[in-house]
């Protein structure tokens, strides 16, 4: 078996059925692209692993831009970050080979693969939230028509996909929920959510702007002949309006995903520190991965501080009040 023939096996046995199966067949042509389509399978040792993360780090993403001097489309020279790397790269294969051998029982050797080592060094967890102030200059430039889709996205705390080509048959209008697909790894179909009085609202806006489209979210073309006319956001699209945004407003070291690192933020502080509740709000299979989106701000740690007192009744523990500040003048 070839890699290529892994790979499309693979995808129609497992990957199709997962909620991210777009993702995972992208990572799979990465996974056929450079460990060589034709590469017998049984063949793949540490080795090759490795040369193909090295080989990927130094490929250019395949991302275009229209030069503005030329007018011509150019592929960008940004390359992958080491964490998308692993991704593309290494867990697929990692998932493969571990799959080929405990299904299709071929003679893969498990053993001699050091993951830990083959993996590439990931920065640090990341512990971003949107602030005030860059959140207001983020709306102040951000395409009106893209406004809607990003608040749901900060308001909510659900995944990019769920609210990108949501289609309007997963919204009941008279009960104010909408149907997602269920994430958890040994559960399948779709799960209830009902909406906030907001989210309501913005879902409601948006079906009307595009009333034949059966997508929810929609966006305003600008140019050529289709211009004025309405279409889906895609998940491209969000990408252009909001790095566009991101630089406008200068807005450093902010990603996308960072918005539901936001939501949970905010969720956590008016929760009380409820994760088992911020679980369920971010669909969570495991806690564990809700504790990493939960970030403790300086302000909450003086306060939980202040809160943690002693016994004033032991000897010599009479307070004496603190002296007043002179005023100066």
Same mark, same amino acid.
Not at 134 to 150: K, N, S, T
Not at 234 to 261: E, P, V, W, Y
């Given at each position: 078996?070839? /890699? #290529?023939?892994?790979?499309?096996?693979?995808?129609?046995? +497992?990957? &199709?059925?997962?909620?991210?199966?777009? !993702?995972? @067949?992208?990572?799979?042509?990465? /996974? #056929?692209?450079?460990?060589?389509?034709?590469?017998?399978? +049984?063949? &793949?040792?540490?080795?090759?692993?490795? !040369?193909? @993360?090295?080989?990927?780090?130094?490929?250019?993403?395949?991302?275009?831009?229209?030069?503005?001097?030329?007018?011509?489309?150019?592929?960008?020279?940004?390359?992958?970050?080491?964490?998308?790397?692993?991704?593309?790269?290494?867990?697929?294969?990692?998932?493969?080979?571990?799959?080929?051998?405990?299904?299709?029982?071929?003679?893969?050797?498990?053993?001699?693969?050091?993951?830990?080592?083959?993996?590439?060094?990931?920065?640090?967890?990341?512990?971003?939230?949107?602030?005030?102030?860059?959140?207001?200059?983020?709306?102040?430039?951000?395409?009106?028509?893209?406004?809607?889709?990003?608040?749901?996205?900060?308001?909510?705390?659900?995944?990019?996909?769920?609210?990108?080509?949501?289609?309007?048959?997963?919204?009941?209008?008279?009960?104010?929920?909408?149907?997602?697909?269920?994430?958890?790894?040994?559960?399948?179909?779709?799960?209830?959510?009902?909406?906030?009085?907001?989210?309501?609202?913005?879902?409601?806006?948006?079906?009307?702007?595009?009333?034949?489209?059966?997508?929810?979210?929609?966006?305003?073309?600008?140019?050529?002949?289709?211009?004025?006319?309405?279409?889906?956001?895609?998940?491209?699209?969000?990408?252009?309006?909001?790095?566009?945004?991101?630089?406008?407003?200068?807005?450093?070291?902010?990603?996308?995903?960072?918005?539901?690192?936001?939501?949970?933020?905010?969720?956590?502080?008016?929760?009380?520190?409820?994760?088992?509740?911020?679980?369920?709000?971010?669909?969570?299979?495991?806690?564990?991965?809700?504790?990493?989106?939960?970030?403790?701000?300086?302000?909450?740690?003086?306060?939980?501080?202040?809160?943690?007192?002693?016994?004033?009744?032991?000897?010599?523990?009479?307070?004496?009040?603190?002296?007043?500040?002179?005023?100066?003048?």
């Amino acid at each position: 078996m070839t /890699v #290529s023939q892994a790979c499309n096996k693979y995808f129609d046995e +497992v990957a &199709i059925h997962g909620r991210s199966a777009d !993702d995972q @067949a992208t990572n799979l042509e990465f /996974v #056929s692209e450079f460990y060589g389509p034709e590469t017998p399978l +049984v063949t &793949i040792g540490p080795d090759a692993v490795m !040369d193909a @993360a090295a080989r990927r780090a130094r490929t250019p993403l395949r991302r275009f831009r229209i030069n503005r001097l030329t007018g011509q489309r150019e592929q960008t020279t940004q390359l992958p970050k080491l964490a998308t790397v692993n991704r593309q790269v290494v867990e697929p294969m990692r998932r493969l080979l571990r799959h080929a051998k405990k299904i299709w029982k071929l003679p893969i050797d498990i053993e001699q693969f050091p993951w830990g080592d083959l993996l590439f060094q990931e920065p640090a967890e990341r512990t971003r939230e949107l602030s005030a102030g860059e959140e207001r200059r983020f709306w102040d430039v951000l395409r009106p028509d893209y406004a809607p889709i990003c608040e749901m996205y900060i308001i909510s705390g659900r995944r990019r996909s769920d609210w990108v080509k949501l289609e309007k048959s997963k919204v009941d209008f008279t009960e104010a929920s909408v149907r997602f697909p269920i994430r958890k790894r040994k559960e399948q179909g779709e799960h209830l959510v009902t909406l906030t009085d907001r989210e309501f609202e913005i879902v409601n806006q948006e079906c009307a702007k595009a009333p034949d489209c059966p997508f929810v979210f929609t966006y305003e073309v600008r140019h050529g002949g289709l211009k004025g006319q309405r279409k889906p956001i895609t998940a491209a699209g969000l990408r252009r309006a909001t790095d566009n945004a991101f630089k406008t407003a200068k807005i450093d070291n902010f990603r996308r995903h960072d918005f539901r690192h936001t939501f949970a933020s905010r969720f956590g502080r008016a929760a009380g520190g409820d994760l088992r509740k911020l679980q369920v709000a971010m669909d969570h299979q495991d806690i564990s991965s809700t504790v990493r989106y939960r970030h403790v701000h300086s302000d909450e740690i003086t306060a939980g501080r202040a809160a943690v007192t002693v016994s004033r009744n032991y000897p010599g523990s009479n307070v004496v009040p603190m002296p007043k500040k002179r005023e100066v003048g």
